[in-house]
């Protein structure tokens, strides 16, 4: 029953993580910092100094952030140019939550390209109510609905609260 508690907690963070990649998501990102570079020519947005960002129900606050974008192809030259997000870096203190779920580290990438993955490192920790995992990296791939969570100097650490077993009459 463990394992299976385990398992579910692990689905869910997968989701809960998968769902906050803003370039998966049709909805507006809101960012807020202290202040924003933009270097064209990097094809770079960096957001700088308590950094909030939202999506929905999905909060992400960081240090520092940094958008990496390519440009799109469009039909005709005389449209906009479509910007599309390669990857997000958020670095110090970063925290990501949703509901009762949080995961913690020193540093976030969200890759878009080549394969959907989302790397957290920097003592990461994943939380869902009391249940906590610890390892030296987690790497979540969202379309394969799989979380790998690695150790290294320390051993990987899961605390998982079973729940109660709801028996119908």
Known sequence: MKLIRFLN???????????????????????QSDSMEVEQNQKLITFKGHVKARQEDIHL????????????????????????????????????TQEN????????????????RIVLTGNPQ????????????????????KMVVQGGKQPVQATIYPEKLKVKP
């Open 9 to 31: 907690f692990g689905v869910c963070f997968i989701l809960f993580i998968g769902s906050s990649l803003v370039w998966a998501q049709p909805q507006p990102l809101y960012i």
């Open 61 to 96: 606050e960081a240090d520092l952030m940094r958008v990496f974008y390519v440009n799109g192809q469009t039909p005709d030259p005389r449209k906009e140019i479509k910007k599309t997000i390669e990857r997000i870096e958020a670095e110090g203190h970063v925290i990501i």
């Open 101 to 116: 779920r949080k995961a913690i580290g020193e540093r976030a990438i969200f890759y878009k390209i080549p394969q959907e």
């Open 126 to 145: 994943l939380q869902e109510g009391k249940n906590i995992i610890k390892g030296e990296k987690v790497i979540i791939y969202v379309k394969e609905n």
